[in-house]
């Protein structure tokens, strides 16, 4: 799994790109972690989950990590551009209850600044 | 033009909202869903996007990406406890334009068969008396507050021909039901389709010759009725519903995969699978008693998937497990002359003949004890889980000559080496072995097989090593 780190406006962008799943989690949290820690006070985390092919409870695991973590620090992480299949995983499990998911990368922008 | 319709929420009378969506709860014989699309479709609206609660997979299983009707279904989520009204406000300009947006359950109550569209700078209400369950606008004067989170302006009722009908109370969803089989069914009927004679029978439907159907009654499709069913007047009955033998039903609706026990009379009554609505009071009573009322269920890919993938893995670690023992039993049994195996035909798993080995014990010793106790008699018929002949748990096979009666009876076969009937003192009666069946179609899930396996096994053992000692 690849993973993109960056901030646009204020507001930090975490694109996943292939399978989240549990071979990618530990690396994946260690990036998180060490990027976090640079980008503190960040008041919006969005994960695009447009290229994330997809998931398994190891992911979910981290996403939800990765929510308190970002919730810890004042701010919030919220999802987009979830595909079919990834989309069924979070209801089958109702994470997507925890979450704010938005349909797309723009969508989430412009309700997150 | 748009339509957002909210699926999320739940309806206090009807229990397990996650695994029965409002929006899929069937009216008439088809899912509520069905008349939101094709009110949509005579609108002229072909982007419908639907903002998904619990049970959303279900819903997106069903109607997938819309194809089938022609228009364009996507999907979204709402944080749980958010506003439905919130939603539109994250993407405003894909609303403004005009919009049919939906908030809350409730029905395409259609006054007429035709509908029409509004013309541009219409705006109409979606609702009964106080409750506005949405609304329908091509009016940027109302939208433009709305979707800049300010309160709208009242808007007018409806001119349309259509509007919301609300759900809330199981008398509304039962009396909305019976107003549609007693005629109002032909405002949604699709042009080339008629009602005969007030009744509508969907396909794969089995109806014995003594069953009397008084109409207007409404059968889905996969139903079995039995001999001296009396059906209606004023029945709705959803898609794969078993009605066992000289049951009555009028003025009641079922929902789909409900089974109906023998010799019952239902009325004025909503049936869920074993859950028994009373429309008047919403009082709902679940009963445990699957010889009443019973789920019949479905099994889904995933579910199927994960049980012949337990099957296929566990049946060959237990057929090397089992193998030292086999021989050892079995060898000292033929030496006693305590059992043999012989030939007997059931249907496997694709309903094909086969034979397969039984044991017969001949004389009762500990060898043959042993021998079934350890369902070491078993062990010839793993092979045919591996060869995907049978199932390692399941209900009882069936035989070609039961093959008629009983798989009118039952929706789905799945013959097993291991089976709830094998504990059973004596050859039970078909009836017996139909409630089974059911309630193992009912309860197919992983967990539910892992427990069979140990049930089934441990039992067996215990009631072996109690007959020696009495023995």
Same mark, same amino acid.
């Given at each position: 799994m690849k993973s993109e780190f960056k901030t646009q406006n204020g507001t930090g962008i975490i694109e996943l790109i292939g399978d989240l799943h549990v071979v990618s989690v530990d690396e994946l949290r260690q990036k998180f972690t060490d990027w976090s820690q640079n980008h503190g006070g960040l008041k919006y985390v969005i994960v695009d989950l447009q290229q994330t092919t997809a998931i398994d409870s190891a992911g979910l695991g981290l996403l939800i990590a990765m929510y308190k973590q970002i919730q810890a620090q004042g701010g919030e992480l919220v999802l987009c551009s979830m595909n079919k299949k990834v989309r069924m995983v979070f209801q089958l499990t109702r994470v997507h209850q925890i979450f704010s998911i938005y349909d797309d990368l723009d969508e989430a922008l412009r309700n997150c600044a | 033009?748009?339509?957002?319709?909210?699926?999320?929420?739940?309806?206090?009378?009807?229990?397990?909202?996650?695994?029965? %969506?409002?929006?899929?709860?069937?009216? *008439?014989?088809?899912?509520?869903?069905?008349?939101?699309?094709?009110?949509?479709?005579?609108?002229?609206?072909?982007?419908?996007?639907?903002?998904?609660?619990?049970?959303?997979?279900?819903?997106?299983?069903?109607?997938?990406?819309?194809?089938?009707?022609?228009?364009?279904?996507?999907?979204?989520?709402?944080?749980?406890?958010?506003?439905?009204?919130?939603?539109?406000?994250?993407?405003?300009?894909?609303?403004?334009?005009?919009?049919?947006?939906?908030?809350?359950?409730?029905? %395409?109550?259609?006054?007429?068969?035709?509908?029409?569209?509004?013309?541009?700078?219409?705006?109409?209400?979606?609702?009964?008396?106080?409750?506005?369950?949405?609304?329908?606008?091509?009016?940027?004067?109302?939208?433009?507050?709305?979707?800049?989170?300010?309160? %709208?302006?009242?808007l007018p009722e409806s001119s349309t021909g259509f509007s919301a009908y609300g759900i809330e109370s199981a008398k509304s969803y039962f009396d909305l039901n019976l107003r549609i089989i007693q005629g109002e069914i032909s405002h949604y009927l699709a042009p080339g389709y008629e009602l005969s004679e007030g009744s509508h029978i969907g396909y794969n439907v089995v109806i014995p010759p003594s069953v009397i159907m008084e109409p207007p009654v409404m059968i889905g499709n996969d139903v079995r009725l039995s001999p001296l069913n009396a059906i209606g007047?004023?029945?709705?009955?959803?898609?794969?519903?078993?009605?066992?033998?000289?049951?009555?039903?009028?003025?009641?609706?079922?929902?789909?995969?409900?089974?109906?026990?023998?010799?019952?009379?239902?009325?004025?009554?909503?049936?869920?699978?074993?859950?028994?609505?009373?429309?008047?009071?919403?009082?709902?009573?679940?009963?445990?008693?699957?010889?009443?009322?019973?789920?019949?269920?479905?099994?889904?890919?995933?579910?199927?998937?994960?049980?012949?993938?337990?099957?296929?893995?566990?049946?060959?670690?237990?057929?090397?497990?089992f193998l030292p023992g086999f021989f050892v039993f079995y060898s000292l049994i033929r030496l006693t002359g305590s059992g043999n195996y012989t030939k007997k035909t059931i249907l496997d798993a694709r309903k094909q003949p086969r034979m397969c080995p039984e044991f017969v014990r001949v004389k009762k010793n500990i060898f043959t004890g042993c021998f079934q106790g350890l369902s070491l008699d078993r062990w010839p018929l793993l092979v045919s889980v591996l060869r995907k002949q049978l199932y390692l748990c399941g209900h009882a096979p069936i035989t070609p000559e039961d093959a008629e009666d009983r798989f009118e009876k039952i929706p789905e076969y799945f013959p097993g080496v291991f089976?709830?009937?094998?504990?059973?003192?004596?050859?039970?009666?078909?009836?017996?072995?139909?409630?089974?069946?059911?309630?193992?179609?009912?309860?197919?899930?992983?967990? *539910?097989?892992?427990?069979?396996?140990?049930?089934?096994?441990?039992?067996?053992?215990?009631?072996?090593?109690?007959?020696?000692?009495?023995?």
């Open positions: - | 033009m748009k339509a957002l319709l909210h699926t999320g929420g739940s309806l206090a009378w009807l229990p397990d909202p996650e695994e029965r %969506p409002w929006i899929l709860l069937p009216v *008439g014989n088809r899912p509520i869903l069905e008349y939101w699309v094709e009110c949509c479709v005579d609108l002229g609206i072909r982007d419908i996007r639907l903002v998904l609660g619990n049970g959303g997979y279900l819903i997106e299983e069903y109607a997938g990406d819309g194809e089938r009707w022609g228009v364009q279904i996507s999907y979204s989520f709402q944080k749980e406890g958010e506003e439905p009204d919130r939603f539109p406000l994250r993407n405003p300009d894909l609303w403004k334009d005009g919009v049919l947006y939906l908030r809350q359950p409730s029905f %395409p109550l259609r006054q007429q068969k035709s509908i029409s569209a509004l013309a541009a700078g219409e705006s109409c209400r979606l609702g009964a008396g106080e409750i506005d369950y949405g609304f329908y606008s091509a009016d940027s004067a109302h939208l433009t507050p709305f979707l800049a989170g300010q309160s %709208p302006s009242a007047p004023h029945a709705v009955i959803g898609n794969s519903v078993v009605i066992d033998a000289q049951t009555e039903l009028k003025d009641c609706v079922i929902l789909d995969g409900s089974y109906i026990g023998r010799n019952l009379s239902i009325e004025q009554k909503i049936v869920a699978g074993n859950l028994l609505i009373d429309p008047d009071t919403g009082d709902s009573l679940r009963l445990d008693d699957s010889l009443l009322l019973g789920d019949v269920g479905k099994s889904t890919p995933l579910s199927d998937f994960m049980n012949i993938f337990f099957g296929q893995v566990f049946s060959f670690i237990l057929w090397l497990l089976y709830d009937e094998l504990l059973l003192p004596q050859q039970p009666s078909s009836l017996i072995l139909n409630v089974y069946a059911l309630n193992y179609i009912k309860n197919r899930k992983l967990t *539910g097989e892992i427990s069979l396996f140990f049930r089934v096994g441990l039992q067996r053992l215990l009631r072996k090593m109690s007959n020696m000692e009495e023995g």
